[in-house]
């Protein structure tokens, strides 16, 4: 297990590597992670990083090797595919699992994503419209989609998609 600790302008990441690819990244107030920075995967995660927090790129390119549930991966995958800057709700996802009543566990499942900001749970809302729950804290959460919108803004992407019905 490969480990290393870098700032973003959210605070310290840590991201943990196996032999497969990328296992977590998890935002930490402080950690004794050990640097593995000479290691070529961690360093292009963390290159990965710095582009999508500099506004250009949209989309992780790693190998990745996150430990879940066969629902827990069903769910992240599905968070994989909401587009840069858009929103979905956790009934859109369970609604996209084919499985419309599990929008609890669609919760529970996106709560225990590891890959933070490369498994974008931080673009699920509530039904309601309004940002619930995120790992990492609503203050990051609220800041991850504003830089995302305003990035998508400025490179002329944006789409906004308003509607977050099933």
Not at 85 to 111: D, E, F, M, T, W
Request: aromatic share 8%.
């Amino acid at each position: 297990m490969r480990l290393l600790q870098f700032a973003t302008p959210l605070g310290p990441l840590v991201v943990k590597a196996n032999a497969k690819g990328i296992e977590s990244v998890l935002f930490r107030d402080s950690s004794d992670a050990p640097d593995h920075s000479n290691d070529i995967l961690l360093q292009d995660c963390k290159a990965q990083f710095d582009a999508y927090f500099a506004g250009s790129l949209q989309q992780f390119d790693l190998p990745l090797a996150a430990q879940g549930t066969d629902f827990q991966q069903a769910v992240w995958q599905q968070l994989s595919k909401i587009p840069f800057a858009q929103l979905r709700s956790y009934s859109n996802i369970a609604h996209a699992l084919n499985n419309p009543k599990a929008v609890r566990a669609v919760g529970a499942a996106n709560g225990r994503n590891p890959l933070t900001i490369i498994v974008p749970c931080h673009r699920v809302i509530g039904a309601n419209g309004t940002l619930t729950g995120y790992a990492g804290g609503l203050e990051r959460k609220d800041w991850l989609l504003k830089h995302e919108q305003n990035t998508a803004l400025a490179l002329g992407l944006f789409q906004l998609e308003a509607s977050i019905a099933p």
